[in-house]
C-alpha cells in the first residue's frame, strides 16, 4: 500500500506539471495571491514535493516512518486548497457541484491515515505516545 500510494504521488506532482495543471491550479486557496503566475508557481512547486514524496515512499523504506510523517503533514498543509475549492464553488477534476466538493473534503483524512498505516508511521506514533 505504502508503494501504491508512491506512485499516486509520483502521478499527482506529474499532473502538477503537466497534462492537469489548470486543474490543479482551482485548487489554491483564494485567500493566498491570485496573480496566474503565483498560483501557477504553487502548482508547480507542489507538483515537485508531491513527486519527491512519492520516490520517497517507494525508494526510502528505511525511512518510511519520518516519510509518512512528513507526507501525512503535507495533505495536512494542503487541506485548505480543498476547503477553498468547496467555499468558493470552484469547478475542476469533475467536482462541478457543491455536494461532489464536499465529499471530496472527507478523503483527506483518509490519505493522511493511508499515509501513516502504510509506512509504520501511525503504530510508531501509537507506542510512542503510550510512553
Given at each position: 500500500m505504502r508503494i501504491i500510494l508512491g506512485g499516486l504521488m509520483v502521478l499527482a506532482g506529474i499532473g502538477h506539471l503537466?497534462?492537469?495543471r489548470e486543474e490543479f491550479q482551482a485548487?489554491?486557496?483564494r485567500w493566498l495571491p491570485?496573480?496566474?503566475?503565483f498560483m501557477d508557481f504553487v502548482v508547480v512547486a507542489s507538483g515537485v514535493v508531491e513527486?519527491?514524496?512519492g520516490l520517497a515512499m517507494i525508494f526510502l523504506w528505511k525511512h518510511q516512518i519520518k516519510v509518512g510523517i512528513v507526507l501525512a503533514i503535507f495533505y495536512v498543509l494542503i487541506f485548505p486548497g480543498n476547503i477553498s475549492q468547496y467555499t468558493n464553488g470552484i469547478d475542476a477534476f469533475g467536482l462541478d457541484t457543491d455536494r461532489k466538493r464536499f465529499i471530496r473534503l472527507f478523503f483527506q483524512p483518509v490519505l493522511i491515515l493511508w499515509a501513516l498505516w502504510s509506512t509504520g508511521a501511525l503504530k510508531h506514533l501509537m507506542n510512542k505516545s503510550k510512553d
Open positions: 503537466t497534462f492537469q485548487q489554491v486557496p491570485s496573480s496566474p503566475e513527486i519527491g514524496l
